[in-house]
């Protein structure tokens, strides 16, 4: 069963987005009662409630040099740097918008894997209940069954995903 899809991973037995390795930037945390930012230098992670979010999606590049404010800079913002690897959605209560910017890992994230893991979020937290993507045992399934996909559309790519959200229904009670 692999461990891991584009930018989520299993660390730790934490789903976690983005590179724990690399202490100098942030990563994200699916936790059991919602996203859990972690950002050097600060004393501990930041929560935010599941249900705090209205929606939810990862946006991610396929190499750590296209998240680059370097590039950006060079590329006259073609790419936006650390902006694309992001967790973003709206969030009640206050009403706001919510970027939460995390590390691309040294890999290159393929195709497949970058596109199955933004709809796994997308899809997971539109067919709720949200919470299960910070449940240990159903994101291992669902990364297990979804990793190995190579899909060559958008469509089939969404249609898989939609199919391992419908079959695993909500976590674990």
Do not use: N
Request: aromatic residues 8%.
């Amino acid at each position: 069963m692999s461990e891991r899809l584009g930018p989520i991973e299993r660390v730790g037995g934490r789903w976690v987005v983005g590179d724990t390795e690399w202490e100098k930037r942030p990563h994200l945390e699916f936790g059991a009662e919602g996203v859990l930012r972690h950002e050097p230098g600060k004393d501990g992670p930041e929560p935010v409630p599941w249900g705090r979010f209205m929606d939810l999606h990862l946006a991610a590049t396929y190499t750590r040099l296209e998240s680059s404010t370097t590039l950006a800079v060079l590329s006259g913002g073609k790419y936006l740097g650390r902006r694309t690897c992001s967790l973003h959605g709206t969030l009640r209560h206050p009403y706001e918008p919510w970027v939460a910017p995390y590390g691309h890992h040294a890999r290159r994230y393929g195709t497949s894997e970058l596109v199955l893991a933004q709809f796994l979020v997308s899809l997971a937290f539109e067919a709720g209940p949200a919470r299960r993507l910070g449940d240990p045992r159903w994101m291992a399934e669902a990364v297990g069954r979804l990793a190995p996909l190579r899909v060559r559309k958008l469509s089939a790519a969404r249609a898989a995903v939609a199919e391992v959200v419908r079959d695993l229904g909500g976590p674990a009670e």
